[in-house]
C-alpha cells in the first residue's frame, strides 16, 4: 500500500467525503430509536447511529458496487455495526467535532461482541441532511491510543488527528487484507476490564522463539533491513551476539507517514534467562530521529521501568540493557506528539 506524504500541519485539508442522506433514511431512523424504551438522551444516539450507519452503507454500497456485499448490520446506543464478509465494522456517529476529539465507548473497543476490525467516524448533520465520514482507524492501532489517562466516564478520548481522513485506505484494507491480519479479541469468562489483557496476551511477540527461527513477518532480520536502511546498524559494541531483528513503526498519517525502525537484540544468559537490548534508530535516509520521540519500557502491569527522549541531533536512541526469564511480559511504547505505538513482548 501506497501512502500519501503529507505533511502534519495540512493532513486535515483533504476534504472528508458526504453523503446526502434521503427521506428514507430519516424514516428508518426513527423506526430504530423507537424500537427500545429509553430517554431522550440515549434515543437522540440511537437516531444519529442509525443516520451514521445508513449513510456509511450508502458510501460502500457507491464504491463497491460489484462487490458481493452480505451485510449484517445492528444498532445499540454507543455505536452501530456492521458486517461485510468476515470484516467487521463499528460506525462512531456524532452530531460535531467542533474540539477536534472523538469519544469512543470503552465497550466498543474491549467488548468482544462490539469489537471491529475497523472504526468509521461519521459527522451527521440532521439539518443539513448529510453525513460526512471523517475518518477510520484500524483495530489494532486504536489499542495503541486507549491509554488509561484518556479514560473518562467510560468512553477514550482521542484526537480526531489519529483517525485516518484518507477513506481509499479502508477500501483497500477490506479488499486486499485477510482478516487474520487484524486479530480481535475473543469472547471468554473474564470481565469487560480483563479484556485488553487477553488482546496483548494473544497478540504479543514471543522473543524466546527467536532462537527456534520462529518470527512474525514483521521482524526483519537486521541484515535485510540494511538493504533498505543504509543508515540503519546496531551498535555493535553492544550486540555483537543473540538474535537481531528490526521492526518498522509507523507514526500515522498525522505526522507525514514517518517511520522509525525498533531494533531488538536477545541473547542466551545464565539461568535460562534472556537478555534484552533495544534502540530505535531512523529510518528512510534520515540521519536523526525525530527530535522528542520517545521509547518507554513498561511492566506487564504498565508501571513505567524506563523511559528514553531523543534530543535534536540523536541518531538513535537505546534502553538500559535487562535481564528476564522465560514468559516475564513487558512492552514497548514509540511516542512523538500525540501519537503513540505500543508493542507486546514476552521473553
Not at 428514507?24 to 437522540?44: D, G, P, T, Y
Not at 542466551?268 to 536523526?288: D, F, M, S
Request: aromatic content about 8%.
Amino acid at each position: 500500500m501506497s501512502h500519501l506524504s503529507i505533511a502534519p500541519t495540512s493532513i486535515r485539508l483533504i476534504l472528508p467525503e458526504s453523503v446526502w442522506l434521503e427521506p428514507e433514511h430519516f424514516h428508518q431512523a426513527i423506526q430504530i430509536s423507537n424500537q427500545n424504551n429509553m430517554n431522550e438522551a440515549q434515543k437522540w444516539q440511537f437516531y444519529l447511529n442509525s443516520l451514521g450507519l445508513l449513510g456509511f452503507e450508502e458510501w460502500l454500497n457507491a464504491r463497491l458496487p460489484e462487490q458481493p456485499i452480505q451485510k449484517q448490520t445492528r444498532v445499540i446506543e454507543t455505536c452501530a455495526q456492521l458486517q461485510l464478509a468476515e470484516f467487521k465494522f463499528c460506525v462512531i456517529s456524532t452530531e460535531h467535532l467542533l474540539d477536534e476529539m472523538v469519544s469512543i465507548p470503552e465497550d466498543t473497543i474491549y467488548h468482544p461482541e462490539q469489537v471491529a476490525h475497523f472504526y468509521v467516524l461519521m459527522e451527521v448533520s440532521e439539518e443539513q441532511e448529510e453525513a460526512i465520514l471523517r475518518g477510520c482507524l484500524r483495530y489494532d492501532r486504536l489499542v495503541t491510543y486507549c491509554t488509561s489517562d484518556r479514560l473518562q466516564n467510560g468512553s477514550y478520548q482521542l484526537p480526531l488527528s489519529v483517525f485516518d481522513p484518507e477513506l481509499n485506505h479502508l477500501l483497500y484494507y477490506y479488499l486486499y487484507l485477510e482478516p487474520s491480519s487484524i486479530p480481535l479479541p475473543v469472547a471468554s469468562t473474564e470481565k469487560v476490564s480483563d479484556k485488553i489483557l487477553t488482546y496483548l496476551h494473544e497478540t504479543s511477540t514471543k522473543l524466546s522463539q527467536w532462537f527456534q527461527g520462529v518470527c512474525d513477518e514483521s521482524w526483519k532480520i537486521i541484515d535485510t533491513m540494511l538493504e533498505r536502511e543504509t543508515n540503519l546498524a546496531f551498535n555493535t559494541r553492544q550486540a555483537q551476539s543473540g538474535i537481531k531483528r528490526a521492526k518498522l513503526i509507523d507514526l500515522g498519517v498525522q505526522l507525514g507517514n514517518q517511520t522509525v525502525a525498533l531494533l531488538v537484540n536477545i541473547t542466551e544468559e545464565p539461568e535460562e534467562k534472556l537478555g534484552v537490548l533495544i534502540q530505535l534508530h531512523p529510518t528512510n535516509g534520515a540521519r536523526v530521529l525525530p527530535s522528542d520521540i520517545k521509547l518507554t519500557l513498561y511492566s506487564k502491569a504498565g508501571k513505567t521501568l524506563q523511559e528514553v527522549t531523543a534530543r535534536s541531533q540523536d541518531n538513535f536512541i537505546q534502553l538500559k540493557p535487562f535481564k528476564g526469564e522465560q514468559g516475564k511480559r513487558f512492552s514497548l511504547e514509540v511516542s512523538l506528539e500525540d501519537v503513540k505505538v505500543r508493542e507486546y513482548f514476552e521473553l
